[in-house]
């Protein structure tokens, strides 16, 4: 089973703010990534990353940036957040050719 | 039209119930198909995952791929209120394993 920690588990915080969503995992994947899901939505990859140095956007078109300079880490930046932002952020990681398992997210609110 | 469909429900059923849930899909490049449960407030669960075409059991759950039909389905047998929970269908091509497509998720609520 994976082990993957998203933090912090909820966030409200007002716009124009720079919010960092964090995406640890104990399993030493290399592969991670990152969903956008909303409320009966499907989940949506705006980022993944094969391995240290790596990044690339997924296919849907976001705002937010990410980085990969340890393993075991690929946090989610948002520079200036606003209002269209809200939403759920689900970091998953996966091995080889096993699927992808998931954290439990991270719910962002901008008022 | 969207890739991967899925009735988003909602399904009521009592307890002990068989219950099914489908997905379509129109890309016939798929050959990963996966099944993801996802409780309130919490990150999708891998259920199973089959490859190709067939059926593949485990417990409770029975996986089913029909890829002449472009259909898939997932059964839970003797459900339990414990299954009530958003059923995610989810695949991807052999060539691009790093896009899963997922579809919208159905909700199941299981009725003592």
């Known amino acids: 089973e994976a082990d993957i920690y998203q933090t912090p588990r909820y966030l409200v915080i007002g716009t124009g703010k720079k919010i960092t969503l964090e995406c640890s995992q104990t399993?030493?994947?290399?592969?991670m990534y990152w969903y956008q899901q909303d409320p009966g939505m499907e989940l949506h990859l705006i980022h993944y990353?094969?391995?240290?140095?790596?990044?690339e956007k997924g296919d849907l078109s976001s705002e937010s940036t990410v980085s990969r300079i340890r393993t075991e880490h690929f946090p989610l930046t948002l520079e200036s957040a606003r209002p269209s932002h809200t939403s759920q952020y689900l970091c998953a990681s996966r091995e080889g050719w096993q699927p992808q398992h998931f954290g439990d997210g991270t719910r962002l609110s901008i008022l | 039209q969207k890739e991967v469909e899925q009735d988003p429900g909602p399904l009521s059923v009592p307890e002990g119930a068989i219950v099914s849930l489908n997905c379509t899909y129109s890309?016939?490049?798929?050959?990963?198909f996966m099944w993801y449960r996802q409780y309130s407030r919490k990150g999708p669960e891998l259920l199973m995952y089959t490859y190709s075409s067939g059926n593949k059991e485990d417990g409770r759950f029975t996986a089913q791929v029909d890829k002449s039909s472009k259909y898939i389905s997932l059964f839970i047998r003797d459900s339990q209120p414990s299954d009530s929970a958003t059923y995610l269908c989810a695949m991807s091509e052999a060539t691009s394993y790093d896009k899963v497509i997922f579809g919208p998720g159905t909700s199941l609520s299981v009725i003592p």
């Open positions: 890309n016939s490049a798929f050959q990963y």
């Open positions: 399993m030493g994947h290399d592969k």
């Open positions: 990353s094969y391995g240290v140095n790596s990044t």
